[in-house]
């Protein structure tokens, strides 16, 4: 393997870090923001379980059996409250090893390009800006066709030149 192809092979790691990178920080907030979530409910429900307590203890006997069933579902509530915040601890903890893997990658990323010979380093830029280039003006030649064969199709004049 050529340095040229070293050098870009290190962009290209480089480049899919800081992906892998932006992606974990997404991850890492959803994970907040669902544990925030999970913590609000189980507050909410609480609260709930604890007014409906508050009013059904001034019911009859037979309301009792209600109250009860209220604190199951409450105690169901906290039970699938604390596996919820189980697996968002378990998730956060994932997200800060792919971290740590990907600050890793990082650094050798890192080491790989210091050790890409400087000529080398400077042609990077410029292939790229040819290459950039290219793709740019290809694009440009499909818009071109592509409205030429639109212009084609709805032009009337060309219908009756090809019947008169």
């Known amino acids: 393997m050529n340095d040229t192809w070293a050098a870009v092979l290190a962009i290209s790691v480089a480049l899919m870090a800081l992906v892998q990178i932006s992606m974990l920080i997404v991850l890492g907030v959803t994970a907040r923001r ?20 508050v009013r059904v ?35 956060s903890d994932g997200v ?36 950039a280039a290219i793709r740019t003006v290809q694009q440009v030649r499909q818009r071109m066709r592509a409205d030429r064969a639109r212009r084609a199709y709805s032009d009337d004049d060309m219908y009756a030149s090809m019947h008169g």
């Open 96 to 131: 800060q090893r792919m971290e740590q893997s990907v600050r890793a990658a990082g650094q050798k990323v890192v080491e790989t390009v210091d050790q890409v010979p400087g000529p080398v380093k400077k042609g990077v830029p410029a292939g790229l800006a040819i290459l």
């Open 34 to 53: 669902i544990m925030a979530v999970v913590e609000k409910t189980q507050t909410n429900v609480e609260a709930l379980a604890a007014d409906v307590r």
């Open 57 to 91: 203890a001034s019911v009859t006997e037979s309301v009792n059996g209600v109250t009860a069933r209220m604190n199951a579902v409450a105690d169901d509530v906290k039970g699938v409250t604390a596996r919820v915040q189980q697996v968002a601890h378990t998730f």
